[in-house]
Structures are given as structure tokens and as C-alpha cells.
């Protein structure tokens, strides 16, 4: 008998904080997924989220997984609690995404992808960087030669996170529960973008890390030295105490002109034949709004066909583990 395909996966969201709308937004409209039902140990959060979505609260794992509408999940919850659930959705026979980082510990996050593979579901780390619009038209400019061979990167994130940032949510500036600070929870994207635009690796990561400005446990500034598998070095700085404007930026310095990624822009400036844009030509993207859609959209798709994930549990794991080990 030929197999039918599904159209649609049904997700439960667990944890409804802070980003609890841009994920329900992302799993309502991404094609080939619905959102079933969302989930928080507060349950007047869970209700508030749900309310507005449409759908059925719960307030706790185990109840979201009783449903059998749910045959997904997608974890949003404070990082220490990334492998514990990924472990029991994945007993559960649940295919996950989880939020970035996958795990605090290498270790962890290791156990929790071979429960996965046991299982045999779905695990993928939402790293949704590749799907902006930005990101993809820098790709192609470097594929492209537009600034000959890359020779270097240089990436940049300054922010101030007030104190509501870390009083609102406790556990984030915890070692213990949150893994680390600016590093892990803002550089890490840059590293993704670095890899995604290169098309290259980051094989290893020299960094020094500090808690200079905040009254928290985790590293509020941080600078790194990257090496590249195909040969390229990097730089990379980030501050979570920085006054003045957010700025983030990735440069990449190629042997012939250089393209700079900023929040919402791509800037770029080449002497190589036959493009010769001598100035800065800007190219103004706007705000992402739809690379957490399609990173859905695809970990659906991949699901639903039997097809390998486009972001496999391996690729969040070397990730984290690049600057877990630098702690």
C-alpha cells in the first residue's frame, strides 16, 4: 500500500516566555505545522499565551504530552531543562525542537541525541539564522566572489541588558541553570551566521570571558579568536553592559572587498571583476520576520517525508560545545 503523507504536524509549545508569540506565530504559520496546545509551569502564563492563540493550556510537559494531537514539541524553557525534556518528549515518541543552546553541558546534550535516536524521532536545535533574508543574500554574494577569497571575520555585539533581564527571569544569570551569559546566549547566533554565510566550519575557539558590569554568575563581555576548517581566522566581541545603541554586526574581509551584516542591513564593497563597487552599496533588509517560520516549515517537511533535519541535533551540539568549552 503507497504511504500517505501527512500535511501537518501538531506542536505543543512548552514555556510561554518572553518569545512565547513569535513561536506561536512561527508554528501557526509555518506550512506543514499547527499549533496544538502550549504549556508553562505557570499556568496563568500558559492561559494568557493560550488565549490569545487559540488554543488549549497546559502546565507541565507530562500533560501537553497526553494529548495525542501533540506529536511534536518545541522547548523554549530555561537551558538546564533542555535535555530532561528533550529526553522524556523523545520517550514519549515526540519529535523536538528546542531552543538554543541544546544543553549547560556537553555531556548532556550527547545523552539527550541518543534518546532521540533510540526513539527514533526528530531532534534539531533552532538555530533559524540560515533562513533570513539577509543571510542568505550574504551567502550568495560570497559564493558568488563578490569579495574574492575570505581571509577573515569579524563579529561585534553590544548591548545593555537592564536589570529587569536578569530579575525577570533569575535563572539566566545562573551558571548552573543557564550555561553562560552574552557568549551563549547572543555570540552563539553570530557563530551560526559565521558558518552558514562561510559555508566553512568553525573548528576551534580561543576566548577569554569575564563578569565585569552585572551582578550576576554568568560572563557579561567576552573576546574570542575563531579558527576556521578552510583556513580563514576570526575575531569575535561581545559586551551585554555596553551604553549606547545595540550594535551587532558580522564582517566578513575577503581578498578582494569585504561584506558587513549588520541587524538589519547587508553592506558591501568589492574591487573584484567584474563587480568593482568601489563604495559602500547598502542593502537594507529590514527586520527578520520569517526565518523562525521557515526553520519550522523545514524541521516539518524533513518530519512529515522522513528526510533528514536541515539543522541536525549534531550541528547545535558543536556548536554549544564550541563555547562551553571555552567556560
Not at 492563540?53 to 506529536?71: K, N, Q
Not at 566578513?252 to 571583476?273: A, C, M, P, Q
Amino acid at each position: 500500500m503507497e504511504r500517505v503523507l501527512k500535511s501537518s504536524l501538531g506542536f505543543a509549545l512548552i514555556g510561554c516566555g518572553d518569545i512565547s508569540e513569535i513561536n506561536c506565530t512561527s508554528l501557526q504559520k509555518a506550512s506543514g505545522s499547527h499549533l496544538v496546545r502550549v504549556a508553562d509551569i505557570d499556568l496563568a502564563t500558559a492561559e494568557r499565551v493560550a488565549h490569545q492563540f487559540d488554543v488549549p493550556a497546559s502546565s507541565s510537559l507530562e500533560e501537553a504530552l497526553s494529548d495525542d494531537e501533540v506529536e511534536a514539541v518545541f522547548l523554549s524553557v530555561p537551558h538546564h531543562l533542555h535535555c530532561p525534556m528533550i529526553t522524556t518528549a523523545a520517550a514519549s515518541g515526540r519529535h523536538v525542537i528546542v531552543e538554543k543552546p541544546i544543553a549547560t553541558r556537553s555531556e548532556d546534550a550527547l545523552a539527550a541525541d541518543a534518546s532521540c535516536k533510540e526513539a527514533g524521532v526528530a531532534l534539531s536545535v533552532c538555530h533559524p539564522r540560515r533562513y533570513e533574508p539577509k543571510v542568505e543574500h550574504s551567502r550568495k554574494l560570497l559564493a558568488d566572489g563578490v569579495i574574492g577569497n575570505l581571509l577573515a571575520t569579524n563579529s561585534l555585539f553590544l548591548k545593555v541588558k537592564k536589570d529587569s533581564y536578569w530579575k525577570n527571569a533569575p535563572w539566566r544569570g545562573e551558571i548552573e541553570r543557564s550555561g553562560g551569559g552574552v557568549f551563549l546566549m547572543n555570540l552563539i547566533h553570530h557563530l551560526d551566521a559565521l558558518q552558514v554565510v562561510s559555508q566553512q566550519q568553525i573548528v576551534k575557539v580561543r576566548g577569554f570571558q569575564a563578569t565585569l558590569a552585572s551582578t550576576v554568575e554568568v560572563e557579561d563581555t567576552i573576546a574570542a579568536i575563531l579558527e576556521f576548517g578552510g583556513g580563514p581566522v576570526g575575531t569575535v566581541t561581545g559586551c551585554s553592559a555596553a551604553p549606547g545603541p545595540t550594535v551587532i554586526t558580522d564582517t566578513f574581509i575577503g581578498s578582494e572587498g569585504r561584506i558587513e551584516l549588520t541587524k538589519n542591513s547587508v553592506r558591501v564593497v568589492s574591487h573584484e571583476d567584474p563587480f568593482h563597487i568601489k563604495e559602500w552599496t547598502d542593502h537594507d533588509f529590514g527586520n527578520d520576520t520569517v526565518s523562525k517560520t521557515r526553520f519550522v516549515e523545514e524541521f516539518s517537511r524533513a518530519v512529515l517525508e522522513g528526510t533528514p533535519c536541515p539543522v541536525p541535533a549534531a550541528y547545535g551540539i558543536d556548536l554549544a560545545r564550541l563555547i562551553l568549552d571555552c567556560r
